[in-house]
């Protein structure tokens, strides 16, 4: 298996077997980090990372796994650089791709990344766009292996907006892997028809599924993984809290759902999550829409926390499979 010279750009580019590759990569990295066993083959080199969104978990996980494979980054944050107020993604492209040997971008529209990896000449990776959040699936597919024992045949419900990144790339991911996905949400937040047409497609191939409800108790019933994600994302103007609060509420986690899944299921949550009113948009919309909790109960936070911050962790472990995996070969 080589990836290497390869984008990152979403799952739709790779195929089971590719993504199953940089799970195993991750496995073998995590266990080796475990271990204390140092393994930064990739010295001399240099990654930017671009973040035109806030991150904690992404930035961290490059940052950290980078210096892990012996790599030097960049870090150029949401209002320090030039892109896009006074230079043009392709010119941007073209001078980092000179000095760095890849780069990492999380923004906007997926057709910035895409600029990005048509001009760099270097591999670029997907941190996070409006359309896709790939290394994040890696992450969420790892996690289920190691609390579940396996992928195939395991079904995930979402539960929330399901049209933007992380619906999108759970239905692709399973799609891919042959676990049956159910995207329980009213149905203006249903991801793209042609989307779903494509991934029903796949799922055909690796013997998955996919399903569209509105149902809440159909949804839960008998899943495997449950998962959620906030309900206004990076970059949504302000304006949309109030309709997307009132047409998400009965799509709240809360214990009656978890009560309706399969015996020894888990919970993810891409984070951050609005469990609390302990930050400052969650006190605000709290104290203006009446709520002490948003997607997710606290109880259910707190009771499947395990999983959660597992998930967390397995961010920098396969973004380290990910950046080895596009830079070089490796014999796992
Ligand atoms: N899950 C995730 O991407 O977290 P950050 O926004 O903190 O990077
Ligand atoms: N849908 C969220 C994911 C955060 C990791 C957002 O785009 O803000």
Redesign the pocket.
């Known amino acids: 298996m080589t990836l290497k010279g390869r984008n990152f750009l979403t799952l739709k580019d790779f195929n089971a077997d590719e993504i199953l590759y940089l799970i195993d990569l991750a496995a073998w990295f995590k266990n080796k980090k475990k271990r204390g066993e140092l393994h930064d083959r990739l010295r001399g080199r240099n990654v930017a990372l671009i973040f035109e ?1 806030t ?1 904690t ?2 930035r961290c996980s490059f940052e950290v796994a980078a210096h892990d494979l012996g790599m030097g980054t960049t870090y150029l944050d949401p209002a320090g650089s030039q892109i896009g107020k006074k230079e043009s993604i392709e010119d941007t492209a073209r001078v980092l791709g000179r000095m760095f040997d890849g780069i990492e971008y999380r923004g906007y529209g997926q057709e910035i990344i895409e600029s990005l990896a048509e001009n760099a000449g270097v591999p670029i990776w997907n941190g ?1 766009t ?1 359309e896709y ?1 790939p290394t ?1 699936i890696l992450a969420d597919m790892l996690t289920i292996r190691e609390h579940l024992g396996s992928l195939k045949g395991k079904t995930l419900a979402y539960f929330g ?1 399901a049209r ?3 619906g999108n790339s759970l239905m692709i991911g399973c799609a891919k892997l042959g676990l049956h996905f159910r995207a329980v949400a009213p149905e203006k937040y249903f991801p793209d028809q042609a989307l779903v047409k494509q991934c029903k497609e796949w799922a055909q191939e690796s013997g998955g599924s996919i399903c569209l409800t509105s149902d809440v108790n159909e949804g839960a019933a008998g899943a495997d993984v449950i998962y959620t ?2 309900w ?5 103007p302000d304006n949309v809290w109030e309709e997307r609060i009132r047409d998400l509420i009965p799509f709240r986690v809360t214990m009656d759902v978890m009560n309706r899944t399969a015996e020894g299921s888990i919970f993810l949550h ?3 999550a609005f469990h609390d009113l302990k930050t400052r948009i969650g006190e605000e919309k709290g104290k203006q829409f009446g709520l002490t909790e948003m997607e997710v109960t606290d109880e259910v936070f707190r009771t499947y926390q395990d999983s959660v911050f597992d998930e967390a962790e397995n961010r920098m472990h396969t973004i380290k499979a990910v950046m080895a995996a596009t830079l070089e070969d490796w014999e796992i």
């Open positions: 969104k991150s978990r992404t996070l409006n959040h994040q907006d933007y990144n992380m994600d906030v206004v994302s990076m970059g949504e891409c984070l951050p």
